[in-house]
């Protein structure tokens, strides 16, 4: 019994030191916004920002077979006050889709369906859906100067509708659905 104990004992410790040593690829897989700036011009203040892990390899298959994936970016303006009354002064969404063009073999990245923008890899087309830069988080005439602020974003995948019929061919669409956690970035007008 006592030698039992023993191995299960070192067992353990074997699998505690692998699982520091040799962190889990889904943990380091999950998506999530890098390279958080804010910054301002005369009329109004910019968000940059940049998500990593946002596209898995189901995604992949999916958006060549021609399904269009869409992320959208919750930007929300809070005025700091106390740390129960911070006042909401602006929010909006920004909505990315890619979308694969089969016949001319051409990826198209569009902004608030605005005329897409045409990459001919999926590498420099991932990139633009990933990058965030220059995004208008509000007006500079919405903020006092001397007052506190922050931005609090995160950016969701769309749920995938297809017909019925692909459904079933597509089971591993409903897989890839994801939301990021919020991101808080401070500044002062």
């Given at each position: 019994?006592k030698?039992?104990k023993?191995?299960?004992g070192?067992?353990l410790?074997?699998?505690?030191?692998?699982?520091?040593?040799?962190?889990?690829?889904?943990?380091a897989?999950?998506p999530?916004?890098?390279?958080i700036?804010i910054?301002?011009?005369m009329?109004?203040?910019?968000?940059?920002?940049?998500?990593?892990?946002?596209?898995?390899?189901?995604m992949?298959?999916?958006?060549?077979?021609?399904?269009?994936?869409?992320?959208?970016?919750?930007?929300?303006?809070?005025?700091?006050?106390?740390?129960l009354?911070?006042?909401?002064?602006?929010?909006?969404e920004?909505?990315r889709?890619?979308?694969y063009?089969?016949?001319?073999?051409?990826?198209?990245?569009?902004?608030n369906?605005?005329?897409p923008?045409?990459?001919p890899d999926?590498?420099?087309?991932?990139?633009a859906m990933?990058?965030f830069?220059?995004?208008?988080?509000i007006?500079?005439?919405?903020l006092?100067?001397?007052?506190?602020y922050?931005?609090?974003?995160?950016?969701?995948?769309?749920?995938?509708?297809?017909?019925?019929?692909?459904?079933?061919?597509?089971?591993?669409v409903?897989?890839?659905?994801?939301?990021?956690?919020?991101?808080?970035?401070?500044?002062?007008?």
């Open positions: 019994m030698k039992m023993n191995k299960v070192i067992a410790i074997f699998l505690l030191i692998v699982s520091i040593c040799f962190p889990s690829n889904a943990c897989r999950d999530r916004i890098k390279d700036l910054t301002n011009d009329e109004n203040v910019f968000l940059y920002a940049r998500l990593v892990n946002g596209f898995k390899p189901e992949e298959l999916a958006i060549l077979a021609g399904i269009p994936t869409v992320f959208t970016m919750s930007i929300e303006v809070y005025e700091e006050r106390t740390p009354w911070d006042k909401k002064i602006a929010s909006r920004i909505k889709t890619i979308k063009d089969n016949l001319k073999k051409t990826f198209g990245v569009s902004t369906k605005a005329e923008e045409i990459f999926l590498e420099s087309a991932q990139k990933s990058d830069n220059g995004v208008a988080a007006p500079m005439s919405s006092r100067k001397g007052t506190r922050y931005v609090m974003i995160k950016i969701k995948m769309d749920k995938v509708r297809l017909p019925l019929s692909l459904e079933h061919v597509f089971v591993f409903s897989l890839w659905d994801f939301e990021t956690s919020w991101y808080r970035q401070k500044f002062t007008y």
